[in-house]
């Protein structure tokens, strides 16, 4: 009897390894253990993942490098929306699921899978976001949740794996870390309260950096094209090169809490340096590059954007329409942005651009004007006040 082919998303992290087994062992599968590649891992980390995967068995290991089409799909309209989830977190994981979902799920329509597997638990957000996918693009292929059907404790993983012979670092299990190109999240035991901190310890990235540095970033229609003078081939390059110059300031260091799709609260810990700074520098330029009202409408659908992003819905049509409207808003957001690099922080100093809006040809704000006079503005704002007047005359509101 041919035995069931199942694809594995496989990170090779306590979950997917605990799938890994249960699979093939337990289901008795033919486990293909597919690691996508969002510009987290290292040569060596991938290196690293394959041989521990064959260790565990798999019936073949394959890599899919989406780093480049997971900027051009995804990271790009994020960054063009100046996109921060309840303020604060840039979307680092939400994005980067589903590009990884979306990669598993054309690996399996195109080898002629079974099943696909995911090691996400039952109380995260993870599980609805690689449902969703597989759901849309494989109707009919069956949907292997090892973890969460089990309701599986990392401590009862840890046993089992033993049971079966698996070596590999288990202390690494205190701390779920997840890299990708758009920063990485770190939960552990303190993210599961209300109130403790990450210790120093549990930060990926340590402070190595302590004196200030200067940096500019170059902008060409809301695209980072470049490093301190450094052009790169593709954004997604720029990005990482960002990355290394300013995580070792410790910038970008925040917990988020936010609403789950399933309903619950959440913390999880992240650093995302380079998304940061890349967010608020685009941002400084679109203030001085658009319109009152561009940036008034971009910020109710790009706010939309991020939300049904992070519950998983990137495949929904309507995102490719939301995508058009800001794409077509960056025609003139280019140009050089100035920031200073501190331990923990950062400040933008300035921005140099050919579409300046705050033009001294047209007048100084506070100082002077060059396009109007007084009599103007007298007449304007009385035309532009005067229902507002009108209201206050008819219903005296002073004397209520």
Known sequence: MNKKKVILAFSGGLDTTYCAI?????????????????????????????????????????????????????????????????????????????????????????????????????????????????????????????????????????????????????????YSINKGLWGTSVGGKETLTSNQPLPESAWPTQVSKTSPESLSLQFEKGELKAVNGQVFEHPSEAIAWLQNIAQPFGIGRDIHVGDTIIGIKGRVGFEAAAPMLIIKAHHLLEKHTLTKHQLFWKDQLSTWY???????????????????????TQQTVSGTVYCTLHPYRFSLDGIESPHDLMNSRFGSYGEMNTGWSGEDVRGFAKIFGNQTAIYHKINDLSHA
């Open 306 to 328: 991020g939300n049904w992003l992070h519950e998983g819905q990137l495949l929904d049509p309507v995102m490719r329409n939301i995508e058009r409207f800001l794409e077509d």
């Open 22 to 174: 249960y699979l093939s062992k337990t289901l008795g599968m033919e486990v293909h253990a597919l690691t996508v590649q969002t510009g987290g891992f290292s040569r060596e980390d991938l290196q690293q993942i394959e041989a521990h995967a064959r260790a565990l068995g798999v019936a073949s290991f394959q890599v899919a490098d989406v780093t480049r089409n997971y900027y051009d799909s995804c990271l790009r309209y994020l960054v063009y929306g100046n996109v921060l989830k309840n303020g604060t977190y840039p979307l680092s994981v939400s994005a980067e699921r589903m590009s990884q979902a979306i990669a598993v799920a054309e690996f399996a329509r195109e080898t002629g899978a079974d099943a696909v597997a995911h090691g996400s638990t039952g109380a995260g957000n993870d599980q609805v976001r690689f449902d969703m996918v597989f759901q849309s693009m494989l109707p009919g292929v069956e949907i292997l949740t090892p973890i969460r059907d089990q309701r599986l404790s990392r401590e009862a993983e840890i046993a089992f794996l033993k049971e079966h012979g698996v070596h590999m670092d288990f202390a690494k299990a205190a």
